[in-house]
Each structure stands twice: as C-alpha cells, then as structure tokens.
C-alpha cells in the first residue's frame, strides 16, 4: 500500500519529534536559514558564509547512486592548497568550508594541509568520505590536522549489499578504518573530528537501516543520517539513481514501520537519528504543502560550490541531478573574482528562476521529487 500524504498526517509521521536531537555543530540549519526567506531576490544581499569546495572529483568506488560511473561529470582534477587560500581569501566571511563534491576526498594528497590551513583561519571543515582509505596514515593526519567532522557514506549494514551498491567488495575494509579512527581518537583523547556514518534511502537496502544503526552503535559512532536519493532521468538501468529506488513522498506501510522502529531503536541505544538537511527521518520523505517546494531553498545566497575545474555551482545537489552540467555553471572560479560571479548575471537569472514557477531544471526535483 502506498502511503498518501493524508494518511502519513493522520499517523503523525511529519510532526514526530519524540526523542529528537538537536541539530550537531555541523548541522546545515544556519547556513541555509541564515538569510531571511523575504529579502531573496536576484542580488543576494551579503556573501556566502559557506564554502563547498570540490577537492577532487575522482572516486575509488563505483556506486550506483553516483553520477561518476556514469560519465556524468568534469575532467578528472583535483584542488591544491594554494587554489583553496585563493578562493577562501576572497570571501573573508566564511565560516564554514566542506571539502567534498562528486569525488572522495581523501584522493587528494594536500588534504591535510588544506584542512590545518583553514583551522587556522578559524572555519568549522568537514567533508563525507566513502572510508576506504582512512588507513593509519590518514587516521593521524586527519585528527592532527583539527577536521571537525567526517560524514561516511556507508550505504549499506552487509557486505553483499554493500557490494551491491556500491560496486566493490569493501565494506570489511571500511569497517576495519572506522574502528581504527575511533580508537586512535580516544587514544588521543580528541573530541574531533566528529563522526557520523550515513545511509542513502533505497527501496534496495532500507530493510537493513535497524541494522545500520546497531552498526553504528559497534563502532561507537552515535550520529547516523538517512540521506534523501536525488536521481536523474537516463536510459542507463543499471543505475540505483532512478525514480522507482526513491522513498520521497511513496513510503509504503512496510517502509514507515522500519524508520518507526529504527527512529526508536536510535533512541534506546543513545544515537543521534537525522535526516540530510536537520530534518527528521520520516519528515525529509514527505513532500511539503507547497505548489513550489523549490522555493524554500536558501542555498544561492548562503553558499557556492566550486568544482575541482573551477566550475561555480548553485549547491551540491545540482550535478547529481542535471543532466547538462556544463550548462550549469554559473562561472569559473580560475578565471573570474568570486564575487563577480555571486553576484554576476547568471546567478541573478538563476536566483530569479529558482523564486519563480519556472525554476532550473536542476531544481525541479527539489522539494518535489526529493526533499530540500
């Protein structure tokens, strides 16, 4: 049975709060609310305070929720130190930096440095890892380097799932990294970087998300996130990206149970049990009252993406969901100041879509097919 928005009301599954936790240092909330909602027009008024800085585009993975498999993105590059102080220098405001995109982090080699040099500027950093290569090396230098926070993308409780989504049978290996981050933390007595391991919401793999939190619990991690599924329309099959693996707004009853029961389980082991966006779990799969759910964004005025090739982006999600990403960029951060370019026409004509009925075509999913 499909789930209508009626009958999920009447079950309370959007208001239900019960056991909830506040948002985490690293929540999106302030960044995306840090603008009043009726001051957005086509000139944001201030500078971004939020940074995604794409540090390189390259995988060791082939997921099937990922755009890289599927030849859906830039040349392969990576961003050095001195590429990251440049674009940082220029917005003084920053506050926070997330160092991913469409790649795994961790492929780049300045990593480190690049994170010290932003902690000595004082900005909260974290980026999401798919934790194959958080090998002793990187334990180390990750802890020494001051990241506030690492969000593992794990997607799965078993190894054949894992494989599954995933495209390579590594999932013993990550396991074995994360147990070894969290015991060199305690054995360095450090508070950071703060872990969290997350799931993305598969019809696939759902049934296992109790599980994923027991998981969780083993490994002494205590924040767990179900991450929305944004896709794109391809004929490529083999893709997990796809309309019919979308729990957004079609929970069958089945599927409503296991977040209850993970939702309550979460609560009786002591974790954290959030959605992407400092939402709950239940709430994030269900569609808002609104005839332009895209509208609530606030993400072109209180942050850019910038990709490895310089490429100006309105947010994160935007390549995961287009599917002409060179006709998305807003500018080119290696050739062009970034101010120009926040407040250059083709931000202002994006911005201006974005508030109409008409937004961009990497927006119209957004609230509507996926949550926000």
Not at 139 to 154: K, V
Not at 209 to 217: C, E, G, N, V
Not at 291 to 320: D, K, N, Q
């Amino acid at each position: 049975m499909r789930m209508t928005r009626a009958s999920m009301s009447k079950m309370n599954i959007i208001g239900e709060s019960e056991g909830a936790h506040a948002p985490t240092p690293g929540s999106d909330i302030p960044y995306f609310k840090a603008v009043n909602p009726a001051s957005r027009g086509p000139v944001a008024v201030g500078q971004p305070n939020c940074l995604y800085l794409e540090v390189s585009n390259e995988c060791n993975l082939a997921c099937k929720t990922c755009p890289i498999p599927f030849g859906k993105t830039e040349d392969p590059a990576a961003l050095g130190l001195d590429q990251v102080e440049r674009l940082v220098s220029q917005f003084p405001g920053v506050e926070r930096v997330v160092l991913h995109g469409v790649g795994e982090p961790l492929l780049n080699r300045e990593l480190a440095e690049i994170i010290a040099w932003l902690k000595g500027k004082s900005i909260y950093v974290l980026f999401n890892s798919n934790g194959t290569l958080i090998n002793r090396r990187w334990r180390e230098a990750l802890i020494d380097s001051g990241l506030d926070e690492i969000r593992l993308s794990l997607d799965a409780a078993t190894p054949e799932s894992f494989a599954r989504v995933r495209g390579k049978p590594l999932f013993d290996v990550i396991l074995r990294n994360i147990r070894g981050l969290m015991e060199r933390k305690a054995e360095k007595k450090s508070r950071t970087p703060l872990v969290s391991l997350w799931l993305t919401g598969l019809r696939e793999t759902l049934r296992e998300l109790p599980d994923f939190i027991r998981l969780a619990h083993a490994l002494k991690i205590d924040r767990v996130y179900l991450q929305r599924l944004v896709y794109w329309e391809d004929d490529n099959e083999d893709r997990l990206a796809r309309p019919g693996q979308s729990l957004f707004n079609s929970l069958e009853a089945e599927e409503e149970d296991i977040i209850r029961f993970s939702q309550a389980l979460a609560r009786d082991l002591g974790l954290s049990f959030e959605a992407s966006g400092a939402t709950t779990p239940a709430a994030s799969l269900v569609e808002k009252d609104s005839a332009e759910p895209w509208s609530a964004c606030m993400r072109p005025w209180t942050l850019m993406y910038v990709s490895a090739r310089g490429s100006c982006f309105p947010c994160c999600i935007a390549p995961f969901s287009t599917r002409d990403l060179h006709g998305l960029s807003l500018g080119n951060a290696f050739a062009q100041n970034l101010a120009d370019i926040w407040n250059g026409a083709p931000y202002q004509e994006f911005r201006r879509r974005l508030l109409s009925r008409q937004p961009p075509d990497c927006c119209r999913g957004c609230g509507a097919c996926w949550s926000l």
